[in-house]
């Protein structure tokens, strides 16, 4: 897709201009910083320090720059607005590097360190934000062009559909869309519109759609009789990583999820229903993925050792493989220690008569302490789950499911601990077990995942478990 291709070449860049502007630095501190302190001409060397420098310090600015969002939505990006942002990480990733690579450099004053720290930066941003430029200006004229464009659907199917259509197919520059279809939302089309516009079938099914035409944005624009489905749509997309757009006179209706984005030409309305921001988002990504393969490879000797146990224990596999259901409502395979014995019937465990008469002795331990949740690492490593997130329903769960889906929480990566867990577990009624669910949905942010784990940890502590 475009999007995927646009934040690769964003990254390349970042990456390239990040060891130029090294590489200038070092020549620079050769030629003006280290002969002021030594009183002598210093060779221009590049040695092992330099080459590991060029590998490690871009790396080090990408990742910066990815964790503050940088890499997502290129096409969409502001030219001034990505000025000043890059300006602002720029400050704050040299900061970071003056402090842990430069500060203990001998150097003839004090007043060094300023032009150290000021050449740095100057050269970061300059050169970062002119590649940035250049790409964001090309990407820009090949969109105008209709060279690039992106696979765009329509919720609706009024008169409201055709005219929008029609107006933004007959635009003298391009915003890019590339119109593959339409979906109903009352069953009703105007015969007209199917003249121009393929059905592509219900609101219902637009995940599907979303999925197999590989759709990247999608515009929003029913009648005012239909506006009832509007939240419930929203809910819908919201979890495709689709850009939404809505047209102009339905602001009021979603009022705070809206952010204006006014174009030469038709006017539409990005609509951005995510409650976090994206640094935060890829903060958390990458705290799954690094503790989750740290804590794998620091402790795969102590798995070994409780595999081995329950191998002794009992008779059957160490891991347990069970399918759950995951983001979007899609199944994955969830893995557990085992706790039970072989012939346990396939059903949750709050939901049996006596389900201690199925549980192992060494799982009645691995419960009380959790510890038969951590190979559900390889599922955070995976991406399947995060450490924070709605508990991953069972594949038999169809009120949980429904449920999930209808209010949108089923658009979150499932958690190893969550909201829900840490204020009742199982023994909470399905319904309320949603309304927490609801609740971590509309409110989460990475401090309230941090707020969950400590609570988790002092429940795990005192034997309580966090998990059905």
Not at 58 to 64: I, K
């Amino acid at each position: 897709m475009n999007r995927r291709r646009f934040a690769i070449e964003y990254l390349l860049s970042d990456f390239i201009c990040s060891g130029l502007v090294w590489t200038l630095f070092y020549i620079f501190r050769k030629i003006f910083i280290e002969p002021a302190k030594f009183g002598y001409s210093v060779p221009v060397e590049f040695g092992n320090h330099f080459w590991l420098a060029i590998i490690i310090l871009p790396t080090y600015w990408v990742v910066f720059y990815w964790l503050s969002g940088s890499y997502r939505n290129i096409s969409k990006k502001s030219r001034i607005k990505e000025l000043f942002t890059t300006a602002i990480i720029s400050f704050i990733g040299t900061i970071i590097i003056f402090f842990l690579l430069l500060l203990d450099d001998e150097v003839k004053s004090y007043e060094v360190y300023r032009y150290t720290f000021i050449t740095l930066l100057g050269m970061q941003f300059f050169i970062v934000a002119i590649a940035r430029l250049t790409i964001l200006t090309i990407i820009k004229s090949k969109i105008a062009k209709r060279i690039i464009s992106f696979n765009t659907l329509i919720v609706g199917s009024n008169k409201k559909v055709l005219d929008l259509y029609q107006e933004l197919e007959n635009e003298k520059h391009s915003q890019g869309y590339k119109f593959i279809g339409y979906v109903t939302v009352m069953d009703k089309t105007d015969p007209i519109l199917n003249d121009h516009l393929e059905n592509l079938g219900t609101y219902t099914e637009i995940m599907r759609i979303i999925e197999e035409q590989k759709v990247e944005v999608v515009i929003i624009a029913i009648d005012t009789s239909e506006h009832e489905k509007l939240n419930y749509i929203l809910s819908l997309v919201e979890g495709s990583n689709v850009n939404i757009k809505i047209i102009p006179d339905m602001y009021d209706l979603i009022s705070g999820k809206v952010k204006m984005n006014y174009i030469f030409g038709t006017v539409l309305i990005d609509i951005s229903p995510e409650i976090i921001p994206a640094w935060q988002k890829n903060i958390k990504r990458f705290m799954d993925f690094s503790i989750s393969l740290l804590v794998l490879i620091m402790f795969l000797p102590f798995f070994t050792i409780i595999a081995l146990a329950i191998k002794l224990n009992s008779r059957g596999p160490a891991i347990y493989k069970q399918e759950r259901i995951g983001k979007n409502s899609k199944p994955f395979t969830i893995y557990k220690f085992r706790t039970m014995n072989i012939d346990t019937p396939p059903v949750a465990t709050h939901l049996m008569q006596n389900p201690s008469q199925y549980i192992t002795p060494f799982g009645q331990f691995l419960r009380k302490t959790s510890l038969d949740e951590l190979p559900q690492l390889f599922n955070i490593l995976r991406g399947d789950m995060s450490f924070v997130g709605p508990r991953p329903a069972l594949f038999n769960q169809h009120d949980l499911i429904e449920l999930r889906t209808k209010k949108g929480i089923d658009s979150l990566v499932p958690g190893l601990t969550g909201w829900a867990q840490i204020n009742g577990r199982d023994e909470l009624p399905i319904l309320v077990k949603v309304e927490y669910d609801e609740y971590y949905c509309k409110n989460r942010s990475f401090f309230m995942d941090v707020q969950i784990l400590f609570m988790t940890f002092l429940k795990v502590l005192r034997g309580e478990g966090v998990e059905h």
